[in-house]
């Protein structure tokens, strides 16, 4: 499951920063685009193909930064399960219970007592005497 949170975290950030990246080169070429006929005088006298391309350009632009938006949302989201993975492999690492050398009570291994006998728990008796 961890794991599982971690490849998907992974896949997202990488889909998510890919997606920001191209959502910045669809912008600037868009804006070069319409950079290109904004810098022209006369505008007036502006074609209709040129018009159509540079309203394309136009849309082109203002979706760019939906797919960067949307890139960057992505890569969060990635970034929070990579977290969440994380964390649970840490988790996972540590021993979660133990047997009461004397009753045999499984127990947590944070406890300094037993709570079914009252032993006092010493680390070191215990991996000893196991
Ligand atoms: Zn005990």
Redesign the pocket.
């Known amino acids: 499951m961890k794991k599982v949170a971690l490849n998907i975290g992974a896949a997202l950030l990488l889909i998510g920063i890919a997606m920001y990246i191209l959502g910045v080169f669809m912008f600037n070429s868009a804006q070069i685009e319409i950079n290109k006929y904004a810098s022209t005088k006369g505008a007036q006298y502006i074609s209709q193909s040129d018009q159509a391309t540079l309203d394309s350009a136009k849309v082109a632009r203002d979706y760019s930064k939906y797919i960067q938006i949307f890139g960057a949302v992505l890569a969060i989201v990635g970034l929070v399960f990579i977290g969440y993975g994380r964390v649970g492999v840490e988790y996972d690492k540590l021993p979660v219970t133990m047997l009461?050398p004397?009753?045999e009570?499984e127990m947590r291994t944070d406890r300094r007592y037993?709570p079914?006998?009252g032993?006092k728990i010493v680390k070191q008796n215990i991996t000893q005497k196991l």
């Open positions: 009461c004397r009753c009570y037993c079914k006998c032993l």
